[in-house]
């Protein structure tokens, strides 16, 4: 990500030494890579987005914050909704669709998400993800 802008700068940070984690690579890219970008686009030139890794022994934490425009509380509860933009995106480009493909990643996953934003100062994501979790999804066409 750090090679895609080159007016951020994304500062990393990892508390505990990496361990081994049963997640899905694919869905982990789709959070990460939608979080990244949106601090990034959401940020004035020359901002810094923090990006930080805490890894505990059952669960991963990713943090992503930006100094980016912020979202009012108000806004917040229809982030995750598709097709939904906040009012003060102004002509900032977009779909409104990032924010929603990561809230169905992370559910897929059995994690969770938690956002906190104030107008004009910037946006934290927290994503907690269950370490070696196995997930069972039922397949109606599956037969013993």
């Not at 990006?51 to 505990?56: D, G, M, P, R, Y």
Request: proline content about 1%; overall charge negative.
């Amino acid at each position: 990500m750090q090679i895609s802008t080159l007016k951020h700068t994304i500062v990393w940070n990892s508390e505990n030494n990496p361990i081994t984690a049963c997640l899905d690579e694919k869905l982990l890219r789709q959070i990460l890579s939608n979080l990244l970008t949106n601090a990034i686009e959401y940020s004035p030139q020359g901002g810094i987005v923090h990006f930080e890794l805490i890894c505990t022994t059952q669960s991963a934490i990713f943090r992503v914050q930006g100094s980016e425009i912020g979202i009012s509380l108000s806004e917040q509860a229809s982030l995750f909704d598709s097709f939904y933009r906040a009012s003060n995106v102004g002509t900032i480009s977009g779909t409104g669709l990032g924010q929603a493909i990561v809230k169905n990643s992370v559910d897929l996953q059995g994690g969770l998400i938690a956002v906190e934003s104030e107008i004009d100062v910037g946006t934290t994501f927290t994503v907690t993800l269950l370490l070696n979790q196995i997930l069972y999804t039922y397949d109606k066409n599956f037969s013993n």
